[in-house]
């Protein structure tokens, strides 16, 4: 049998080089939990960055999955599908009013380019106004509407036409916007940038700006939908109502799946002009039918805002100081501190706890939502250990 050493050794030798790892390897799921090679178990609060909101092994999406890989895996969208049109009518019935079409595709970043390319078909304007801090993805679309600069610069020069503004500043974008702009893409809670909540006075005054000027509003929820930040999408927190709203990550059970949701104000949009292969594919539209129909039938946002809150005033009942400050909404809870996270992420899993960063000083906290409160405890009292 293959050693763990070997398994590293060969992921090593042969992966793209592009991550920096834990050495733990995972092996197995279920819920909340997870467990390594040698069979030792954790508590879950990476939920794969943000994908697994229904837990890891959902038996709903388990069984979903298995019925259609039986009976029908690829369809191209040349075609219809039962499970694409249940899928496209669900999706547009739980976002917020005025979504009611949906592009469908594979990845957050595929969702942006998408939305990113529709705002320009539209209005037939090019510039793109986007948010310092902002995370939107890595291919080139959506690179060039990402602000930090270690993912850009390597890869310059990128697509012209985009500014960035200060989140949360309603008079700066004000000022970004002009006769050229065709979009501005937001997050509503600010992700990979440090888990930075939008405030909602912000954010609706950022969308009358775009109604005034002619300007698509992009919101950018595949980190923040399908109930995360206790709402099923964080846009109804603030009765946003977004022109374009880009999915992904946890709408699938853990498929890979992205997806655009088309306000009115987009328009038509012409034959042929954008497309995916694998998009809108009947086994992960059945994976996502499941999903949404179990965060549904297990009230998974309300459990998302009572266990955000659990989890957010236990860490900052933590008496450190090392830490700056705890942000958050729902289970979308960052930590930071006044140093860098790298090592207490390190010793937390020492502890059987996993955790990622968002940036060098956040610690950032996205379990599966079916997580129970005592684990959420139990996290609380081992980033209590770690900082003592
Ligand atoms: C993760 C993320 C993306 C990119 O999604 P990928 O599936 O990794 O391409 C885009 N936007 C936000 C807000 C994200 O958190």
Known sequence: MITADELIALEDQHDSGLYTKQPLILVRGE???LWDADGREYIDCVGGHGVANV??????VIRAVTEQVRRLVICPSGFYNDQRAQLLAELTRIAPPGLERAFLCNSGAEAVEAALKFARLSTGRTKVVAAMRGFHGRTFGALSATWRKQYRQPFEPLVPGFHFVPYNRLERMRQALDEETAAVILEVVQGEGGVIPGDGEYLRGVQALCRERGVLFIVDEVQTGFGRT???????????????????????????????????RVGELPKKVHGSTFGGNPLACAAALATIAYIEAEGLPQRAAELGERLISGLQAIPSPLVRDVRGLGLMVGMELK??????????????????S???TV????????ISAEDVDTVVEQVAAVLS
């Open 31 to 33: 819920g909340a939990r």
């Open 363 to 370: 610690m950032r906290f996205l379990p599966p939502l079916v």
């Open 358 to 360: 968002a940036g060098a």
């Open 230 to 264: 206790g709402r099923m999408f964080a846009s109804q927190h603030h009765d946003l109502r977004p022109d374009l709203m880009c999915v992904a990550k946890s709408i699938a059970g853990g498929l890979p799946m992205g997806a655009v949701l088309i306000g009115s």
């Open 55 to 60: 837990g890891h092994a959902n038996p709903a």
């Open 339 to 356: 140093g860098k996270v790298a090592p207490y992420l390190a010793a937390l899993a020492e502890r059987g706890v996993l955790a990622l």
